[in-house]
């Protein structure tokens, strides 16, 4: 045992993978395999598909590439049976075998209804095929979009039977009604036609069709996509769905807010016949013109009972006649009492006049008149006295006021004088000529004129102004700082030397004045 163990050749793991790989590929190039699909999850972020496929007994995990997946018409969920067409091979990496799938198709029409059948209740549970939810088509639309193949008698149908019902504008956009692409087509066509702008450049539809000719289950297999259904019931312009022959049933169908068996029948749905438009319109006026006469004769009918009923001319006239003549009766009577009464009042008013006559006003006027005049000529001379009593009495009382004012004005005008002359000596006091006229002077720079305070703020050869009582002088610094100027005595502490040829004749001072008050 052992010696025959020891002629076997080694292999390393890489090896024995990649003969185990080699056999295996040659063994089964290509094989079919009818299993159900197992841990479905869709495509991966690379686009490959994972999954597996099983029966009651055995399970092989399957790989499908993008490319692969994205050809395919009908794509698999978990829980379908097909019958996948591939390449068996190994995954060294695992240990483990698995399928390249290269095409995939249902196991038969079963599975695909069974597919269809669990779509349509999931959808139908989220209410996408309510009735309530659908809407009306108009009644007369302006635009028609058609969804269809521009290539195929579908849309020579529908525009032949709208030409000859009511011609109106069809806008085409065109898809592939069967294919790998069918369905993504025909969704974008349905959401571009609501993206449409009210008056835009192109004009929005006012209902949509989404057409196509009969087929088999796999040819309509399209119009089952979810995404397409979806956008079909979520359309905000109305649609009708026209695809097949009446016997064929898709989910754009329930989706759909009418369902036509025929892309004819679609665009009989979708505008009325114009001549019976025209007839209907016809018989509407038919029918208005009887109605009108009809109204007509009824009311001249009306109005014949009522001229009828009304009373003659004699009859209305009867009781005004009666009140006229029993009035004129009445009148003479009337008028003489009417008579007397005004002659009585008359009397009346001619003794209030006589009372009121303007000679006997004017005679009373006079009366009042004269005593008035002699009680203003007895008032004047009285104001007379009295007004040359006050006068008299005014001119007294201004003459004392005239000696009191120019008492106060004397008095006044001393104090004023005392108080200026007080001032003017303070005045004199606080003068700093007085101050220079006892032996000082200010210093100035020549250069702004600012007065020096301090001998810090002396600088060597600085050209100084000094001011005496009597006169200014200039002078020329020779040290600062307080440091005696050079070859000065020891005793000497100022640091100024005068220029005798530079001093300024003295200009005398302006003499202080005092103005007067008055």
């Not at 269809?148 to 149908?157: L, Q």
Request: proline letters at 6%; aromatic letters at 4%; hydrophobic letters at 40%.
């Amino acid at each position: 045992m052992s010696e025959a163990t020891g002629n076997a050749p080694e292999l390393s793991v890489t090896e024995l993978s990649s003969a185990l790989k080699r056999t295996v590929e040659d063994r089964f190039g290509y094989v079919r395999v009818r299993g159900e699909v197992s841990g479905w999850r869709g495509p991966h972020s690379s686009g490959h598909v994972y999954f597996a496929l099983k029966d009651q007994g055995a399970k092989i995990d399957a790989v499908m590439w993008k490319g692969v997946f994205q050809r395919l018409r009908v794509k698999p969920e978990e829980g379908m049976e097909v019958i996948a067409t591939g390449k068996i091979t190994t995954y060294p990496n695992k240990s483990s075998y698995q399928i390249i799938v290269e095409t995939i198709e249902p196991a038969g029409v079963g599975a695909l209804l069974a597919q269809l059948e669990d779509r349509r209740r999931r959808l139908a549970a989220e209410g996408l095929f309510d009735e309530g939810r659908k809407q009306l088509l108009p009644f007369m639309p302006r635009t028609i979009g058609v969804v269809t193949s521009p290539t195929g008698a579908v849309i020579r149908d529908i525009l032949h039977r709208i030409k000859d019902r009511f011609p109106v504008r069809v806008i085409v956009w065109p898809v592939r009604v069967q294919g790998d692409t069918c369905a993504m087509e025909v969704t974008r066509a349905i959401e571009g036609f609501n993206a449409l702008p009210e008056g835009g450049a192109v004009t929005r539809p006012d209902v949509i069709i989404v057409a196509r000719g009969g087929g088999s289950l796999e040819d309509l297999w399209g119009f089952n996509d979810e995404a397409l259904v979806r956008a079909a019931a979520a359309s905000m312009i109305p649609l009708v769905s026209a695809v097949g022959h009446e016997t064929d049933w898709t989910l754009i169908d329930h989706a759909s807010d009418r369902r036509a068996p025929t892309p004819t029948a679609a665009a009989e749905m979708c505008v009325p016949v114009r001549a019976d438009l025209i007839g209907q319109v016809e018989a509407l006026a038919r029918r208005q013109r009887g109605a009108m006469a009809r109204l007509t004769e009824r009311c001249r009918a009306d109005m014949r009972a009522l001229v009828r009923a009304m009373p003659g001319v004699e009859d209305l006239l009867a009781m005004p006649r009666q009140r006229l003549d029993r009035a004129g009766d009445m009148l003479p009577a009337r008028v003489r009492a009417l008579l007397r009464d005004h002659v009585v009042r008359l009397g009346q008013l001619g003794a209030l006049v006589a009372r009121h006559s303007p000679y006997a006003e004017l005679a009373r006027r006079r009366e009042r008149l004269v005593g008035l005049s002699a009680r203003l000529n007895a008032g004047h001379v009285t104001a007379l006295r009295r007004e040359g009593e006050r006068n008299k009495a005014n001119a007294a009382r201004l003459k004392m006021v005239h000696e009191r004012l120019a008492r106060a004005y004397a008095g006044g005008l001393a104090q004023r004088r005392n108080a200026l002359s007080g001032l003017g000596k303070l005045f004199a006091s606080f003068d700093h000529r007085n101050v220079l006229a006892r032996g000082f002077a200010l210093v100035r720079a020549v250069e702004g004129g600012q007065l020096v305070r301090s001998v810090s703020q002396i600088a060597p050869g600085q050209g100084l102004s000094l001011e005496f009582a009597d006169g200014r002088a200039d002078a020329i610094a020779t040290g600062g700082d307080g440091a005696p100027p050079p070859g000065a005595a020891s005793g000497a502490s100022s640091p100024l030397r005068a220029k005798p040829a530079r001093v300024a004749s003295p200009k005398p001072l302006a003499p202080k004045t005092q103005g007067d008050l008055f």
